[in-house]
């Protein structure tokens, strides 16, 4: 793997984001909800607009099938509904229904608060800081990422 420095580094940085992903897991149950319907609902309210389902599986790098799956219960549930997007049938937007901006009101958004909460505990410093430095990983890790891609075939 590499020096012990970065086998640490990686062991610490794994569990933080999985930690972060549990207590995202644990709030969609408390919503009554799988963790793909948090996250659809939660970028359709963030985004404050209609998206295709396309958009919303490639957002949140989702396979298609993933999203539509969580997209049916939330259409059955009567949270959201589905209509052609410049009259292709394929590709549809999803939308927020007035039963669903209630239910938002009374989970999504909380978890925006929940969200804002935690990070006013940091100084504006501190929030700049883990975006730049979160954004500069990401950028070195794409760039490994491609690399390897390039040179690396499974036969697919």
């Known amino acids: 793997m590499g020096s012990s420095a970065l086998e640490a580094f990686w062991k610490d940085f794994n569990r933080l984001y999985n930690e972060?992903?549990?207590?995202?897991?644990?709030?969609?149950r408390a919503c009554g909800l799988s963790d793909c319907a948090l996250w659809l609902l939660y970028?359709?309210?963030?985004?404050?607009?209609?998206?295709?389902?396309?958009?919303?599986?490639?957002?949140?790098?989702?396979?298609?099938?993933?999203v539509n799956s969580?997209?049916?219960?939330?259409?059955?549930?009567?949270?959201?509904?589905?209509?052609?997007?410049?009259?292709?049938?394929k590709n549809k937007q999803v939308l927020i229904t007035e039963a669903g901006d209630a239910f938002l009101r009374r989970t999504v958004d909380r978890v925006f608060d929940l969200e804002d909460a935690a990070a006013s505990r940091l100084t504006a410093e501190e929030r700049?800081?883990?975006?730049?430095?979160?954004?500069?990983l990401l950028d070195a890790f794409r760039a490994e990422t491609d690399?390897?891609?390039?040179?690396?075939?499974?036969?697919d």
Do not use: C, I, M
């Open 20 to 28: 972060n992903g549990q207590l995202y897991h644990r709030v969609a």
């Open 43 to 66: 970028t359709l309210r963030a985004e404050g607009a209609p998206l295709t389902q396309t958009q919303l599986s490639e957002t949140l790098s989702l396979p298609r099938q993933t």
């Open 70 to 89: 969580a997209l049916k219960k939330l259409v059955e549930a009567e949270y959201l509904r589905l209509e052609a997007a410049d009259g292709n049938l």
């Open 128 to 136: 700049a800081s883990l975006l730049a430095l979160g954004q500069k």
């Open 147 to 155: 690399e390897f891609l390039k040179t690396t075939s499974t036969g």
